[in-house]
């Protein structure tokens, strides 16, 4: 019999103030739209990063590896290089003991990504991967980070594994943009804040596996 719960998404605020002189404004063609593209990528790159990293203790969204109950690899005690697909095979097989639906991504830093890039088969020809793996998206973020500790390493980073579809952010104010004209007037400057309010959270979590210490 399946079984349900509720869902709770909780409004967690996300601000940043830019200043910008007086000057800029007055000579710059188009700066207001310049300003505003900057502030929409910005808030949506903080907004993806709180969604899948986040550990929740700055009172922002629990991200995707800080929640528990999601699926996890270990590259070992101490991290380890990935130099095959077998710990990547290991993270969706337990995504499939769990009955989830395969991955529609996965998820990593640059630096993870340029290593896969790099492995050589015995021959020292580019890897060629097993379909189950080839056939998943690769998304790249810095977001990620590279500075994860695993054992006795600090460098290690993760890949994160999941069928977003079950990934759900709730909007409760979109991004919006307010002139601060008299704040910073004595130095000749205009204010924009810019400010968002939303939340992330699982509605299956073993749709989700982490592979973690790669190093």
């Not at 601000?15 to 800029?24: C, F, H, P, Q, Y």
């Not at 400010?195 to 973690?212: N, T």
């Amino acid at each position: 019999d399946p079984v349900f719960s509720q869902l709770l998404l909780e409004a967690k605020a996300c601000a940043g103030i830019v200043k910008v002189s007086r000057e800029l404004l007055s000579d710059s063609v188009n700066i207001n739209e310049m300003l505003t593209n900057a502030f929409v990528q910005v808030m949506a790159r903080e907004l993806d990063r709180a969604a899948l990293w986040n550990d929740g203790t700055d009172d922002g969204p629990l991200g995707v590896i800080a929640t528990s109950g999601i699926n996890e690899v270990s590259m070992g005690t101490n991290g380890a290089a990935l130099t095959n697909a077998d710990k990547l095979l290991d993270t969706i097989y337990e995504m499939a003991l769990d009955n989830a639906a395969p991955p529609t991504a996965m998820i990593m830093h640059p630096r993870t990504e340029l290593a896969m890039d790099k492995l050589k088969d015995g021959q020292g020809m580019p890897m060629v991967w097993p379909d189950k793996i080839a056939k998943i998206p690769r998304l790249v973020t810095t977001s990620a980070s590279i500075a994860e500790t695993q054992g006795s390493a600090s460098n290690a980073s993760s890949i994160l594994f999941g069928d977003f579809t079950q990934l759900y952010i709730g909007i409760r104010d979109q991004v919006s943009i307010t002139i601060l004209k008299e704040r910073y007037a004595v130095y000749g400057q205009v204010g924009f804040l810019v400010w968002m309010r939303a939340d992330a959270q699982l509605a299956h979590k073993v749709s989700f596996s982490r592979l973690k210490g790669i190093i």
